[in-house]
């Protein structure tokens, strides 16, 4: 949105983390929780590249050789570890591995890609349920069909490593898993009033509001919000994220369904495309391409992996 205020925020609070932990003594694994606290390595690697700012940079290095004493992502990723049988297999650890991507920006490194790529394929493998939704009793196991809770907030992270996947490969399949998350899990966590979302979307259709099943974490004057209901909404709000998407050579539509996406190609001409569809009940979509004015570039469509006899 360009808030310039929502910047600062941030801003200021990863200048808090450094001013704690950067050349003081202290190291954030100290805290505890090191899967959800040294999570934050992905946003500081990204404010270094957006800011320039070397404290950044050095505060993401600090944690990652924390990393070999905890998670241990980068290496046990690049040794095609499966997610499951590594150390710290909980769902938290997912945005911990975001800042794989982060560091391969930044430095060009293959182990960084490599991790990434294999630990989202293991993931995908061994630990994604049919209903598009990630952990078992909120972590990797290496069993899709244990029918333990399977957390909002896991998928949501899920989800979130996804579009980073999707942003490294370009690969069609991943765009697959985040469509089968949204029309599955994300969907299937919300009341059709949006008043309650879920903490548990199981495979077998049984839902309840998360201010039953986590009610440890109502507030007084605020039953419904918690962790799970505060973050489920993303899983609609991550469209922007992959919907359309570029690449070198044009634009990319990953997401099917009724609606308008408007965008700006590299050419500075506007982009409006209108699809037309019930799509997913039917297979048949009609696409509007409207640019603000004549010229020729390149759009690719994704074809899901379901069709077995696509036509454009």
Same mark, same amino acid.
């Given at each position: 949105?360009?808030?310039?205020?929502?910047?600062?925020?941030?801003?200021?609070?990863?200048?808090?983390?450094?001013?704690?932990?950067?050349?003081?003594?202290?190291?954030?694994?100290?805290?505890?929780?090191?899967?959800?606290?040294?999570?934050?390595?992905?946003?500081?690697?990204?404010?270094?590249?957006?800011?320039?700012?070397?404290?950044?940079?050095?505060?993401?290095?600090?944690?990652?050789?924390?990393?070999?004493?905890?998670? !241990?992502?980068?290496?046990?990723?690049?040794?095609?570890?499966?997610?499951?049988? =590594?150390?710290?297999?909980?769902?938290?650890?997912?945005?911990?591995? =975001?800042?794989?991507?982060?560091?391969?920006?930044?430095?060009?490194?293959?182990?960084?890609?490599?991790?990434?790529?294999?630990?989202?394929?293991?993931?995908?493998?061994? !630990?994604?349920?049919?209903?598009?939704?990630?952990?078992?009793?909120? =972590?990797?196991?290496?069993?899709?069909?244990?029918?333990?809770?399977?957390?909002?907030?896991?998928?949501?992270?899920?989800?979130?490593?996804?579009?980073?996947?999707?942003?490294?490969?370009?690969?069609?399949?991943?765009? !697959?898993?985040?469509?089968?998350?949204?029309?599955?899990?994300?969907?299937?966590?919300?009341?059709?009033?949006?008043?309650?979302?879920?903490?548990?979307?199981?495979?077998?259709?049984?839902?309840?509001?998360?201010?039953?099943?986590?009610?440890?974490?109502?507030?007084?004057?605020?039953?419904?919000?918690?962790?799970?209901?505060?973050?489920?909404?993303?899983?609609?709000?991550?469209?922007?994220?992959?919907?359309?998407?570029?690449?070198?050579?044009?634009?990319?539509?990953?997401?099917?369904?009724?609606?308008?996406?408007?965008?700006?190609?590299?050419?500075?001409?506007?982009?409006?495309?209108? =699809?037309?569809?019930?799509?997913?009940?039917?297979?048949?979509?009609?696409?509007?391409?409207?640019?603000?004015?004549?010229?020729?570039?390149?759009?690719?469509?994704?074809?899901?992996?379901?069709?077995?006899?696509?036509?454009?």
């Amino acid at each position: 949105t360009g808030d310039a205020a929502a910047r600062d925020a941030v801003l200021r609070a990863a200048d808090l983390i450094c001013r704690t932990f950067l050349d003081t003594g202290r190291r954030v694994r100290e805290a505890g929780s090191t899967e959800m606290n040294m999570a934050v390595i992905h946003i500081l690697a990204r404010l270094y590249r957006d800011t320039g700012r070397e404290r950044y940079l050095q505060m993401a290095r600090v944690i990652e050789k924390d990393w070999e004493a905890e998670g !241990d992502y980068a290496r046990q990723g690049a040794g095609n570890v499966d997610f499951y049988r =590594q150390p710290k297999p909980r769902w938290e650890s997912l945005h911990d591995i =975001q800042g794989l991507l982060e560091l391969y920006r930044i430095t060009g490194e293959e182990k960084y890609k490599t991790a990434l790529v294999h630990i989202w394929r293991s993931i995908a493998r061994f !630990d994604r349920h049919n209903t598009g939704g990630f952990s078992t009793f909120e =972590q990797a196991i290496g069993n899709p069909y244990i029918p333990g809770a399977i957390e909002t907030c896991c998928t949501i992270a899920w989800m979130a490593m996804s579009v980073y996947m999707l942003k490294l490969t370009g690969d069609a399949r991943v765009a !697959d898993e985040l469509e089968l998350s949204l029309l599955n899990s994300v969907v299937g966590m919300h009341a059709a009033s949006g008043r309650w979302a879920t903490y548990n979307t199981p495979m077998d259709g049984v839902r309840r509001a998360s201010a039953h099943d986590i009610v440890f974490q109502s507030r007084e004057g605020a039953p419904e919000l918690n962790c799970c209901s505060v973050n489920s909404a993303r899983g609609f709000g991550l469209l922007g994220d992959w919907a359309l998407m570029r690449d070198a050579e044009g634009v990319v539509l990953n997401a099917y369904g009724p609606g308008v996406i408007r965008t700006v190609l590299d050419t500075g001409a506007a982009l409006t495309l209108t =699809q037309t569809t019930d799509y997913p009940r039917g297979g048949r979509v009609e696409l509007a391409v409207a640019p603000a004015r004549a010229l020729t570039f390149t759009l690719k469509l994704r074809i899901p992996r379901w069709s077995r006899h696509t036509r454009v």
